[in-house]
């Protein structure tokens, strides 16, 4: 970095602990106040991607939108990709489901103009993908999500739109001014109501702010949103956002994170309603 002219002697770097995937420092230094991201490779996650071409195409695709950062660099350091990137002001989300409702309306309005992977989109993709995750769990783990596999009427794909892909209350800062997305490794031409999926699920909110969300919240929320077709949509896949993230917390518990089983027990409760 010091040799792109990117930092110099005496700049400041501070470790941010905020991310759950990837070593992240905020740097302060000469060229302003700056966040350095270096992305794992030793780690595979079969709901997230953590794509550092994806972050890029979508941080300089968003660059005059303020719904992200801009971006001033990327580069490597042996095996591992790094960017740098503006550092955001404000705060982890934390309540006012209105605005976040209205920033990721905002994004699912926009057109895409980036080449990006697909998001699974329909019932029948999200089952798979479901399966997908619980083949990587204990199968006696996996008895009571199996008997709890949502059946009825399977919904066909509908249409997509650039979705960040991790829309959790860490990744939404907010500050007087507006709601700025961040970690966008993730991201995908897909499904809109799969972001509204990811925030409003009550296993993310409870890993990420200690809480999930209550009805009257929820219904501010897709209120907000403002868009009843994407939001009915949301409201006819549920379950099967449901039983995908209990899979996905199911997973986690068993590859080192304790905190994701009472998420799990969270999803599992949102099926059973």
Known sequence: ???????SVGDRFEILYGGRTNRVWRLHGHAGDLVLKLYRTDFHNPLFRNDPMSERACLERLADTGLAPRLRATGKYADQAWALYDHAP??????????????LARLHSLEPGIDLPSGRNGSCELLDHAEDILALCAAEACVELQRLRPTGGMIAPGRT??????PVPGNLLMDADGVVLIDWQCPAIGDPAEDIAIFLSPAMQHVYRGKALTIAEERSFLAAYAEPEVTGRYQALKPFFHWRMAAYCLWRAQNGAPDYAPAYRLEVAALTE
């Open 161 to 166: 739109s650039l979705i960040h892909g991790d």
């Open 90 to 103: 404000g705060a982890p989300w934390q309540d006012n489901t209105r605005r976040a409702a209205e920033a």
């Open 1 to 7: 970095m010091r040799a792109r002219g990117l930092s």
